[in-house]
RNA sequence: CGGGGUGUGGCGCAGCCCGGUUAGCGCGUCUGCUUUGGGAGCAGAAGGCCGCAGGUUCGAAUCCUGCCACCCCGACCA
């Protein structure tokens, strides 16, 4: 192969830059820790957000966009929210360039320096909440539901294509409500549309739970998260969904007049999810072969390979396989009839695979002959013989048989990997033999947090929201803990 | 910001310790012929200010000095 991708036994992360480089989906830009979205990657986006945007439109949302650039002063109204981002903005001091006093390139123009810093947006809450201040006034002007599909930049130390980049593509929500319930209510609606999406068409499943306070979202009373497992063995947040209380309204003077002609502030939420999901994808499903998409989002669903070798073989071979791409797009099926030249067969079904398309076609002479079409599984890397007559029905099915097939297997593994512990040692032990979440009684404390970060670099993922867990006392400290909690390593 | 490393055709590297003709190799690219059911074979070709600046020397990719950039490992994080 010209492209080997390393096995994930051999090194894990080697192996999720090599899919993600020879899936073609990113590339390395030449600014340090930002990358390059390349076509393949961005329709995948596109087909989240698509499916997404339709979600949000349907609970009552609108599409909106707020500036990429806030006045550094809103940035600094709400304490919490300060303090946790202030450390990774970008700031755009100048308006202008010249040219440098020794002639050989360019410096920013002391003349044009900003009367207020601009910052990067690392998320809107600010400047959002100063616009909501002046649309708010009376009980009649709430809910507000927007959402927005924008980039946003964190000055990250440390940076993995999709995982953690500068700057990400993600959808941020920001609500305000009159009610405490509606603003919950609506933060565990999105948090169970996250679910629904990452796990009916991302095919990965999730835990739903609530974070420990040093986990939160700088500014939120609560965050949500739903947290999947990699094929690592490390945890992954998925999507967060906050609820902010009152926090930002007040930092933001947005107030509104109730039904009992009283002045109350507005009640918020804010919610994500990133390209990073993109990240999760690739690392719960691929192979050592390369990519594997989930026929739900996978921009080609099925691909065709003519195979021929003469010239009269040719024209056989490619009528029959544009009669069952057709037939494919007549069902809605996103089929790509590959009928490149110069590149043989051999090669396009390794392309093909590495870029994770879900099913293969393969029509050559032998199948014209016999009224047959070659159907290849990219998850299960296996192949059969089909009548071309029912093809369709059966491409269908088999596209069905993936989606469902890639998350029962996302699931076991899953479920192989959640580990129960009592005692501190098994939970070292579990850590450090096979990984995953360990479930594991915890007393509350941050310090007690801090203490198990420090010493095994696991995390509480979340709270569960599922409970029925019996109380029992922490593995640590032996103080009383009403539910077992899911720790583990995470991204 | 600490600790380590690397800069050589598009990509990945060798050469450097021990200075000496025309700087090699693999992949990719181009041309031609043969091929085409799992990344083809052969033949030929194009492509380099050896990171930048200075120095030592008859002569520097190689030795010396300074600078720059990037990567890895730590502290911070969706």
């Given at each position: 192969m010209?492209d080997?991708?390393?096995?994930?036994?051999?090194?894990?992360?080697k192996?999720?830059?090599?899919?993600?480089l020879?899936?073609k989906?990113?590339?390395?830009?030449?600014?340090r820790?930002?990358?390059?979205?390349?076509?393949n990657g961005?329709?995948?986006?596109?087909n989240?957000?698509?499916?997404?945007d339709g979600?949000f439109?349907?609970?009552g949302?609108?599409?909106a966009?707020?500036?990429?650039?806030?006045?550094e002063?809103?940035?600094?109204?709400?304490?919490?929210?300060v303090e946790?981002?202030a450390?990774?903005?970008?700031?755009?001091t100048?308006?202008?360039l010249?040219?440098?006093?020794?002639?050989?390139?360019?410096?920013?123009d002391?003349?044009?320096?900003?009367?207020?810093?601009l910052?990067?947006r690392?998320?809107?809450?600010?400047?959002i909440w100063?616009?909501?201040?002046?649309?708010?006034q009376?009980?009649?002007?709430?809910p507000?539901?927007i959402?927005?599909?924008a980039?946003v930049?964190?000055?990250?130390?440390r940076?993995?294509l999709?995982l953690?980049?500068?700057?990400?593509?993600?959808?941020?929500?920001?609500?305000a409500?009159a009610?405490?319930?509606?603003?919950?209510?609506?933060?565990?609606?999105i948090?169970d549309?996250?679910?629904?999406?990452?796990?009916d068409?991302?095919?990965i499943?999730?835990?739903?739970?609530i974070?420990?306070?040093?986990e939160?979202?700088?500014g939120?009373v609560?965050?949500?998260c739903?947290?999947a497992?990699?094929?690592?063995?490390k945890?992954l947040?998925?999507?967060?969904?906050?609820?902010?209380?009152?926090?930002?309204?007040?930092?933001f003077?947005c107030?509104?007049q109730?039904q009992?002609?009283?002045?109350?502030h507005?009640w918020?939420?804010?919610?994500g999810?990133?390209?990073?999901?993109?990240?999760?994808l690739?690392?719960?499903?691929?192979?050592d072969?390369g990519?594997?998409?989930?026929p739900?989002?996978a921009?080609?669903q099925?691909v065709l390979?003519?195979i021929?070798?003469k010239?009269?073989e040719?024209s056989?071979?490619l009528?029959?396989?544009?009669?069952v791409r057709?037939?494919l797009?007549?069902r809605?099926?996103?089929?790509r009839?590959d009928d490149?030249e110069?590149q043989?067969?051999g090669?396009?079904?390794?392309?093909h695979?590495?870029?994770g398309?879900?099913v293969r076609?393969?029509?050559?002479?032998r199948d014209v002959?016999?009224?047959t079409?070659e159907?290849a599984?990219?998850?299960?890397?296996?192949k059969?013989?089909?009548?071309?007559?029912?093809v369709v029905?059966?491409?269908?099915?088999?596209l069905?048989d993936?989606q469902?097939?890639?998350?029962?297997?996302a699931?076991?593994?899953?479920?192989e990997?959640?580990?129960?512990?009592?005692s501190?040692?098994e939970f070292k032990?579990?850590?450090?033999s096979?990984?995953g979440?360990?479930?594991a009684?915890?007393?509350?404390?941050?310090?007690?947090?801090?203490?198990?970060k420090?010493?095994?670099?696991?995390?509480?993922?979340?709270?569960?929201l599922?409970?029925?867990d019996?109380?029992?006392v922490d593995?640590?400290?032996g103080?009383?803990s009403?539910q077992?909690?899911?720790?583990?390593?995470?991204?």
């Open positions: 010209a080997a991708i390393t096995p994930r036994g051999e090194d894990y992360s192996w999720y830059i090599d899919v993600v020879t899936a989906l990113a590339d390395y830009s030449p600014v820790g930002c990358m390059i979205i390349r076509p961005y329709q995948l986006w596109e989240m957000q698509r499916v997404l979600m439109k349907e609970t949302h609108e599409n966009y707020f500036p990429l650039f806030i006045p002063s809103f940035l600094a109204r709400e304490a919490e929210h946790g981002f450390k990774e903005c970008a700031v755009v100048h308006s202008r010249r040219v440098s006093e020794d002639g050989t390139g360019l410096e920013p002391p003349d044009s320096r900003l009367e207020e810093n910052v990067v690392p998320t809107s809450e600010t400047i100063d616009s909501y201040r002046k649309w708010i009376s009980w009649r002007d709430l507000i539901k959402n927005q599909w980039n930049v964190r000055w990250e130390m940076t993995r999709f953690r980049t500068m700057e990400f593509l993600w959808q941020e929500g920001h609500t409500h009610t405490e319930q509606e603003a919950v209510d609506e933060t565990l609606l948090l549309l996250y679910a629904r999406f990452v796990e068409y991302m095919a499943p999730v835990i739903k739970g974070k420990t306070e040093s939160r979202f700088a939120a609560d965050t949500y739903i947290e497992l990699m094929q690592d063995g945890a947040q998925a999507g967060t969904s906050h609820f902010l209380g009152q926090n930002f309204a007040k930092a003077d107030t509104f109730n009992d002609n009283e002045l109350e507005v918020a939420t804010s919610w999810v990133s390209t990073r999901l993109i990240g999760a690739v690392m719960t499903h691929s192979d072969h990519l594997v998409l989930p739900r989002l921009p080609t099925v390979v003519p021929f070798r010239e009269e040719k056989l071979v009528d029959a396989a544009d009669k057709r037939e797009s007549e809605g099926i996103a089929v009839l490149r110069g043989r067969p090669w396009k079904f390794t392309e695979e590495v870029q398309v879900p076609l393969a029509i050559g002479p002959q016999n009224g079409v159907l599984r990219r998850d299960t890397r296996t059969e013989t089909v009548a071309a007559d029912g029905d059966h491409v269908a099915k088999t069905e993936i469902q097939s890639l998350f029962d297997r699931a076991e593994f899953r479920s990997h959640t580990t129960t512990v009592d501190y040692d032990d579990t850590l450090e096979k990984g979440f360990v479930l009684h915890w007393d509350g404390t941050a310090e007690t947090e801090a203490r198990i420090n010493e095994t670099k696991a995390t509480i993922r979340c709270l569960p599922q409970k029925g019996e109380p029992g593995m640590i400290t103080k009383p009403s077992r909690v899911y720790f583990a390593r995470a991204y």
